[in-house]
Each structure stands twice: as structure tokens, then as C-alpha cells.
């Protein structure tokens, strides 16, 4: 029988694989997304994958729903550490994980992106001297205000291996002196992303339109400090939104409910229509089907352009700026500029496909292999 190359890839995997140990940290939204397509690459390859959920994100629909819908294996364990300040809730996460880490002794422990448990996961495994690979790596949004800044910067310096998904992100770590612990790998959420597009049915993309309640709605999200914890700011976001055209979508993040009830904020005026957080596949199926998105979310941001749906960033600065090429996403830092923003784009140049094909999972474990 002749093998092709993708079936050999996966045998020499298997080969070099098998008897590794892999430990993946995860505790909040995105990082569940990007465990997807590693939970499952473990599965095929033959690799132990450990799952340590620190409980950072702890609904429902922030958590759970997204281990039920892509398929992710149960968390072999739940730190079950919640909400808290920066400071208690990376502290507590990095005291559990200490202890965690101790007992199952990985080859490798796997962070993913740049919340508060990456960086917990990340000082954990450094102290005990058990190899540390960062997913994610090298991104930079130069701004040293924003608490993912901090995780990134920090989690990057004391990785063994950084597996990155740009040019810019390696030529970031270049820049920083990490160049010989960096390798590209691509994006793995890109994985995700196409997998479920191709997947979606007329019946899913019905739905959200039935959701939004109009054929015509604008996508948005908003989730970040600097967006949501001073009042004035959210409300003038809010108004921004509520200005537009068309009818927004809003899926209202946790904080975003929290801050704006404490600061007598009502999120449904004008063209805002209010609902829960989406699943995944709801998620992706609102950005196929709507006009545009409006996001501080790095992920949004990503998944809009490689699905071909313009996005407005209501931030001054992006770690994604590949999506800025071509028009298809723009920096509004603005609130007030929304509903201009927001109106019909001209022609938008072809897209490229900066963060890889949707293969990045086999190359990260064949990675982690190699220099295991
Ligand atoms: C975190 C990450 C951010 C990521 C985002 C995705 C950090 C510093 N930030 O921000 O990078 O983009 O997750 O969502 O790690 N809450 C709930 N239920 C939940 C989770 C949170 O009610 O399941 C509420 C709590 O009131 C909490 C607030 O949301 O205080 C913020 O949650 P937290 O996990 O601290 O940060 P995020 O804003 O979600």
C-alpha cells in the first residue's frame, strides 16, 4: 500500500509521539476553541493529553457549550478557581496548578494565548523546571495598559518553545531576542473556524438571522477592559452601537452585563438587540451571515477575515494586523465614528491567508515531538 504524504505525517507522528505527555492549561473561552483541534490531533496521533481546566470561565455558556459542541474531551481536572482581581485570581490558579503539575509531571505543558491562566500556567511549569510551549506566541498590541500584554510578554520570556501563528509574531520575537525558541506554525483557531464553516447548514445561518431578527445586522462584541470598566467610555461604546443603521447583534459578554448594570447602563436602546453569549457554531454562522462586525475581541477579529466579513475594531492598536491589509478590517478607535464606519465598504482587495490553511494542530504536535 502506498502512503501519502499527509498519512505519513501522521505515522511518523504516531511513532514519535507515542509516549509523550502533553499537558494543555485552559480557563477562559477562546483557549477552549484553540484546545479543539489539539484535543483532537492528540486523539488521532496516539499522544496522553492531559486537560487542566482552571475554571476562569465558569457559565455555562462561556465554558461547558463549548466543550459539548466541538467535541472536546471532559477536563481531566477543574481548578474551579473563578473570578477574582488579577493578582488573587492568578495567584490562586498558579497555587492549584503548582500542585497539579507536581503530580502528573508532563513532558510538555501546553499555554494557549494570553489570559490569566496562560500566565499562571506558564510560572507554574517554569518553577518546577517541566518543559513550557506557548500557542499563540509573539503577538503584540504594544500596549502595556492591557492585562493579555502583560500575559503575552511574560508567558513568551519564559517558554522553552514558542509556536507561532504570523511572520509578524516571529518577527516580533525576533525582535525580542526569542528567535531560537520560536517556531511558525500557523493559527490553530484558523482550523476550527474552517472546519465548522464548512460544516454550517442553510438551518444554522436561518437561525441567527431570525435571531438578529433582520436579514441586515451588524455582529458585535465587546469584552475589554478598556472598553467596559470606565463608565463613560462604555456608555459612549453603547451609543456608538445604538447609532448605527442596521440592527446590531449584540452577544453581551459577562463583564460587559456586569459593568453596565453597576454603571445604570441599559444595553438594548437604539439599534442593539441584547442576547446571551453564542455557542461556537452560532458564532461563526452570525459572522458568515452578517454585513459586518464590530469587536475589541482578538479572535472576532481573525475569524471575520479569514470568513470574509469586514470588521470594525473599536481599539486603537491590533495584534492581528495582517487583518487590517485591504480594508477588511479598521481601527475605530472612536465610538462616535461608528455608524459611519460601519456603513458599506468599497470593493475590498483580495484576502491572503496569513495565519495558514486550517492545519496548524498536526504541525504543533509534530513540533512539540520533535524537540520533546
Ligand atoms: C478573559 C481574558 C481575555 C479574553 C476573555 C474571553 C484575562 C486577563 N482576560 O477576560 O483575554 O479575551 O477572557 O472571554 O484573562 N464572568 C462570569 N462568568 C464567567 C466568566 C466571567 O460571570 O463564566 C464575569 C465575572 O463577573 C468576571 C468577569 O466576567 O469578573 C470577567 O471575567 P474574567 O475571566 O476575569 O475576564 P474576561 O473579561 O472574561
Not at 467535541?71 to 493578582?87: V, Y
Request: hydrophobic content about 40%.
Amino acid at each position: 500500500m502506498s502512503l501519502g504524504p499527509s498519512r505519513l505525517g501522521i505515522l511518523s507522528l504516531a511513532v514519535k509521539g507515542v509516549g509523550m505527555h502533553l499537558l494543555s492549561v485552559v480557563g477562559a473561552r477562546p483557549q477552549f476553541i484553540k484546545l479543539a483541534p489539539v484535543a483532537a490531533e492528540c486523539d488521532r496521533s496516539g499522544v496522553t493529553h492531559t486537560i487542566v481546566h482552571t475554571g476562569q470561565h465558569y457559565d455555562f455558556n462561556m465554558s461547558d457549550v463549548f466543550f459539548d459542541e466541538l467535541r472536546i474531551p471532559t477536563a481531566d481536572r477543574n481548578l474551579n478557581i473563578g473570578s477574582d482581581s488579577h493578582g488573587r485570581q492568578t495567584a490562586r490558579m498558579l497555587d492549584s496548578l503548582e500542585e497539579t503539575l507536581m503530580d502528573l509531571q508532563p513532558d510538555w505543558v501546553l499555554a494557549y494565548g494570553d489570559t490569566n491562566s496562560t500566565l499562571a500556567s506558564a510560572v507554574a511549569a517554569v518553577k518546577l523546571h517541566i518543559p513550557l510551549a506557548h500557542l499563540e506566541a509573539g503577538l503584540r498590541s504594544f500596549n502595556r495598559t492591557m492585562p493579555e500584554e502583560h500575559n503575552r510578554v511574560l508567558t513568551d520570556h519564559a517558554a522553552d518553545l514558542l509556536l507561532v501563528p504570523s511572520k509578524v509574531a516571529l518577527s516580533n520575537l525576533h525582535t525580542e531576542g526569542l528567535g531560537d525558541r520560536s517556531v511558525h506554525v500557523g493559527d490553530v483557531m484558523v482550523d476550527v473556524t474552517l472546519m465548522v464553516r464548512k460544516s454550517l447548514d442553510d438551518e444554522e445561518l436561518q437561525a441567527v438571522t431570525t435571531e438578529a431578527g433582520s436579514n441586515d445586522f451588524i455582529l458585535a462584541t465587546i469584552h475589554r477592559a478598556e472598553n467596559t470598566d470606565d463608565p463613560e467610555r462604555l456608555r459612549e461604546v453603547i451609543d456608538g452601537l445604538a447609532s448605527v443603521d442596521t440592527t446590531v447583534l449584540l452577544p453581551a459578554h459577562p463583564r460587559l452585563r456586569a459593568r453596565a448594570a453597576s454603571a445604570g447602563i441599559t444595553l438594548a436602546v437604539g439599534s442593539i438587540r441584547v442576547v446571551e453569549p453564542l455557542p461556537y457554531r452560532s458564532m461563526i454562522a452570525a459572522i458568515v451571515a452578517a454585513k459586518g462586525v464590530v469587536t475589541d475581541s482578538g479572535g472576532l477579529q481573525k475569524e471575520a477575515y479569514v470568513l470574509g466579513t469586514p470588521c470594525t475594531t473599536l481599539r486603537t492598536e491590533t495584534e492581528w494586523s495582517e487583518t487590517l491589509e485591504g480594508g477588511w478590517n479598521v481601527l475605530v478607535p472612536d465610538p462616535r465614528d461608528l455608524r459611519i464606519a460601519t456603513e458599506e465598504r468599497g470593493p475590498l482587495a483580495l484576502r491572503g491567508m496569513p495565519y495558514g490553511a486550517g492545519n496548524a494542530a498536526g504541525v504543533v504536535l509534530r513540533t512539540l515531538a520533535d524537540r520533546g
